[in-house]
């Protein structure tokens, strides 16, 4: 699913020069689910970053579904996040400004879809989080769990394989943060794959595998 | 798309509004900057209907003002000095004129016809006039020694009196009476284009020229002549100005004379009448500066409001060019509706009573520079902060403060 092939990330400015990752290889299969752990700094979200075409890497070779990231040009890059890749962020990332509904059906405005079609899928998705009586409110009306349960519906909504998420669980008290990783125990038995940057143990404990970042470095 | 488009602009309408109301005093600035240049550029453009190339004016000072001399005694002597300026080799052509070309002073006359009362501006004119300004006549003739027998007395009017009057008909050989006790009747025998005496940036106005038959002696027909101007052959020195004033006192020895070039008294009514305007000017570039300066600050400030979104909707799969249309598309709508809002307001002036003398022609075209110049400014000041926006790498974006 995922294949990092060497890769190294180094930060530069004008001034200083961090060295965020170094000489990583790792393989994600298809059905995973991957937990990365470490001390803050080391690199956790710089790699799921890269694996999510966010950023490029300064040096190495990436597979996503099998296909080769030959180029980093921006058309490219942004077709491929729309159709494999799903990502959800510690601080949900919503747009304030729209509804539950419009939020979701983001990631399809970017899609040669019809706009009830657009709909239609992100009514399920909302569905599928437990949203439904919600979609006409706004993000501030929202829980934070709810508002993460909002951006999993749009991470999902355009069916990716891949779920890339970066301590989704960091913002929200333990209860609500239960009910975010059922949701994603949930998508995984589903078959979609997902990778987890997390710094708490009983949740990187629910998935497959646990990869250990160490200053940059991978450590098991 | 569309329906994305407003729908965000109208979830955003706390924010929008404020940029809003930054486009329309920026239009209304540029509306008000624009109708002002627009205006003096068009009556620039206008005609002045003579040419003031090569001719003096001669002003003549009989000394205090004395009720008990004798008219006709002042006028002999008057018209003598005008043969001797008339017998000088490089004067060409000779003619009394009541009001001087750019001279700063008008004369009007008033009356009534059809009903409605009106108040041209009038000058008194020897038949010679057209010889030394180069007149031309669109309709009719002026005046010459025919003029001696009618009974009315001979004007030629311009093009604005003529509609006046007698709107889209001929003007040449009907007659309206003057406002004036005698109940003297004018009549039309000549059509000029125009004769703009208060030089090109003078609002146009109606304009009638009445005989000035020097050789009658009726006081009705004749008005004493203080002022003539002379049509000098090209190229005559400033040396002449002098020649003439001596010939000049050596037949009226208490008068004195001052003599003066078109060109010079054009040249002192332009920069009168330009001061105020460049003032204006240059406060008019200072406030499009300004309105520039802050349609950009406040256009900056919502695009870098938006980084972390922008960041979000790239890492969802927008391109850069999906996000530089957004942000451009919400702009347009926003202008859109500020250009319409001002639109509405501007109409409002002339309806309220002000600005009465721009010409509907003037104000459409001020209007449609001004939407130009609004929607050009708004892509231009917003077309750079979202290019930045654009090119941030989504990981950045998404973590920008
Ligand atoms: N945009 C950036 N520019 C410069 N340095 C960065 C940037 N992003 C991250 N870093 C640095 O790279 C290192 C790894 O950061 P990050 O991947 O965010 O760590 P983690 O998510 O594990 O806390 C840190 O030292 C951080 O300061
Ligand atoms: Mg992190």
Redesign the pocket.
């Known amino acids: 699913m995922i294949k990092l092939d060497n890769i190294e990330?180094v930060?530069r400015?004008s001034r200083?020069e961090?060295v965020?990752?170094m000489n990583i290889n790792l393989e994600v299969k298809e059905g995973e689910f991957i937990s990365i752990m470490?001390?803050?700094?080391?690199?956790?979200?710089?790699?799921?970053?890269l694996m999510g075409l966010l950023d490029a890497p300064t040096k190495g070779q990436l597979l996503i579904n099998g296909k080769e990231i030959t180029s980093y040009k921006d058309k490219y890059l942004a077709n491929l996040r729309n159709q494999e890749i799903g990502f959800i962020f510690q601080s949900f990332h919503l747009v304030n400004d729209l509804s539950v509904l419009d939020n979701v059906e983001i990631p399809l405005l970017y899609r040669k879809i019809s706009s009830s079609q657009r709909r239609q899928m992100a009514l399920k998705a909302l569905e599928h989080v437990g949203l439904t009586a919600r979609i006409y409110h706004f993000p501030s009306q929202l829980s934070g769990g709810q508002q993460q349960r909002v951006a999993i519906a749009r991470a999902i909504v355009g069916r990716p394989k891949i779920l890339l998420a970066?301590e989704p669980t960091g913002n929200l008290d333990s209860k609500m943060g239960e009910e975010v990783m059922n949701l994603l125990v949930g998508l995984n038995e589903e078959k979609t794959t997902i990778v987890m940057?997390t710094h708490d143990k009983r949740m990187a404990e629910r998935t497959k595998r646990i990869v250990r970042?160490f200053d940059?470095r991978q450590v098991g | 798309m569309i329906k994305q488009l407003f729908k965000i602009v109208w979830n955003r309408k706390k924010a929008n509004f404020l940029i809003m109301m930054e486009v329309l005093i920026s239009f209304l600035v540029v509306f008000l900057v624009m109708v002002s240049s627009i205006y003096f550029t068009d009556i620039y453009m206008y005609p002045l209907g003579y040419s003031y190339k090569d001719v003096w004016a001669v002003q003549i000072d009989t000394g205090a003002y004395n009720p008990e001399a004798d008219k006709l005694k002042e006028q002999e002597i008057a018209k003598k000095i005008m043969q001797a300026a008339k017998d000088f080799p490089e004067v060409e052509a000779l003619a009394g004129i009541n009001v001087i070309p750019f001279d700063n002073n008008e004369w009007r006359t008033g009356f009534e016809f059809a009903g409605k009362s009106y108040s041209p501006a009038i000058n008194y004119v020897t038949d010679e006039l057209p010889e030394v300004l180069d007149i031309k006549l669109l309709e009719g003739r002026w005046f010459n020694k025919e003029d001696d027998a009618i009974s009315e007395t001979p004007v030629v009017i311009n093009q604005a009196l003529s509609r006046e009057l007698y709107g889209s008909e001929s003007a040449v050989g009907k007659v309206f009476e003057s406002g004036l006790k005698s109940k003297k009747v004018y009549k039309v025998v000549g059509l000029v284009s125009d004769f703009r005496d208060d030089g090109e940036l003078a609002e146009l106005k109606s304009y009638m020229f009445q005989r000035n038959n020097l050789s009658s002696t009726d006081t009705e027909k004749m008005l004493l002549v203080d002022h003539f101007i002379i049509k000098l052959r090209p190229g005559t020195p400033a040396a002449l100005e002098e020649k003439l004033v001596k010939t000049f006192t050596s037949i009226a020895k208490d008068w004195s004379f001052n003599i003066e070039a078109l060109e010079d008294i054009r040249y002192k009514r332009m920069k009168s009448t330009l001061t105020p305007i460049l003032t204006a000017s240059i406060v008019a570039v200072f406030l499009m500066i300004m309105v520039a300066l802050g349609l950009s600050g406040v256009l900056w400030q919502s695009v870098t409001q938006r980084i972390k979104e922008i960041g979000l909707r790239r890492a969802k799969g927008a391109t850069q060019g999906k996000i530089y249309y957004q942000i451009l598309g919400e702009l347009l709508v926003i202008t859109s509706i500020a250009l319409f809002v001002g639109t509405i307001i501007v109409i409002q002036i002339p309806l309220l009573g002000f600005l009465n003398f721009v010409s509907i022609k003037v104000y459409v075209i001020t209007l449609l520079i001004s939407w130009a110049i609004i929607a050009l400014l708004t892509v231009i000041c917003g077309l750079y902060p979202s290019s930045i926006a654009a090119n941030i790498p989504p990981?950045?974006a998404l973590?920008y403060e």
């Open positions: 990330k930060y400015t200083v961090t965020a990752l470490g001390p803050s700094g080391c690199g956790k979200s710089t790699l799921l970053n970066d940057v970042i940059g | 990981a950045e973590h």
